[in-house]
C-alpha cells in the first residue's frame, strides 16, 4: 500500500480504530444539546439515525470476524430493525431517553468492541463483506471509512466542524481504494470516494464502493 507520496502508508491498525471513535465522539459530544432529528448532511437520515447505522457497523463488522471459523458467504444473521420508515435498518438502538450523551456513548462501546476484536484477530483469518472477503486490516479500514463519512454527514447537519489528519485518511485511502485519485487532500479524496463532493476534475460520484478484498504483497 502507496500514500500520496509513494511511500508506504502503513497498515490499518486498532489503535487506527481507537482513534476514529475518539475524533467522532469528541467532535459530536459539542452538540449533545442540538436536535438530533434533523437530516444528516446529504443523507436521507436524521442525525441520531446515523449515529446508530454507525454503531451497527461497529458491532457488525466484529461480529464478522469474531468467529474461530467465519462463514464463507454471508453476515452474522442478526435480527434488524428500522425505527422509522424513511430510517437505516439497524442491529443497534440507542436507548432514545438517554439523549446524545446516551447515544455517544453507545458508539464508543461499540466502536472498541470493533478495535478489541480487530487487535486480537489472526492475520490469517478472513470474513465475508459484500464489498470483498477481508481480514482484520480490512475491517478497520471499512469502520473508519464509515466513522470518518458520516461524523461528517452528522456534523454537517448538527453545524459543527470535523476533520480527521490526512495520515488517517491516507491510510484507509489505500487499503479500500488503491485507484483514489492522487491529490494532496486526502482528506477531500476520501469524501470523493464516498460521493459526498466533487474534485476538480473528478465529479461527485453518485455511486461508490471500497475494495475490501486482501491484497497479498507483491512477489508472493
Not at 455517544?104 to 476484536?117: D, F, K, R
Amino acid at each position: 500500500m502507496s500514500s500520496i507520496q509513494g511511500t508506504p502508508a502503513g497498515p490499518v491498525t486498532a489503535a487506527d480504530v481507537e482513534q476514529a471513535v475518539q475524533l467522532a465522539v469528541s467532535a459530536l459530544r459539542g452538540a449533545e444539546g442540538a436536535d438530533w432529528s434533523v437530516r444528516a448532511g446529504s443523507l436521507k437520515w436524521d442525525c441520531w439515525d446515523t449515529a446508530e447505522h454507525l454503531a451497527t457497523d461497529f458491532l457488525g463488522y466484529a461480529a464478522q470476524l469474531g468467529p474461530a471459523h467465519p462463514v464463507a458467504d454471508t453476515y452474522v444473521p442478526f435480527a434488524r430493525s428500522g425505527q422509522r420508515p424513511d430510517g437505516p435498518v439497524n442491529i443497534v438502538c440507542a436507548d432514545r431517553a438517554a439523549g446524545p450523551a446516551g447515544l455517544l456513548y453507545v458508539l464508543e462501546a461499540t466502536g472498541g468492541l470493533l478495535a478489541a476484536v480487530v487487535r486480537t484477530a489472526p492475520p490469517d483469518k478472513r470474513a465475508f463483506h459484500v464489498y470483498g472477503t477481508s481480514d482484520a486490516e480490512g475491517f478497520a479500514a471499512m469502520g473508519i471509512v464509515e466513522t470518518l463519512v458520516h461524523v461528517h454527514d452528522i456534523a454537517e447537519g448538527l453545524g459543527l466542524p470535523f476533520s480527521p489528519p490526512a495520515d488517517l485518511c491516507d491510510r484507509v485511502l489505500a487499503r479500500l481504494f488503491p485507484d483514489a485519485p492522487p491529490a494532496p487532500d486526502r482528506w477531500s479524496v476520501l469524501l470523493w470516494c464516498a460521493g459526498r463532493m466533487a474534485l476538480p476534475g473528478h465529479p461527485r460520484r453518485t455511486s461508490w464502493r471500497w475494495d475490501g478484498t486482501v491484497r497479498e504483497p507483491a512477489g508472493r
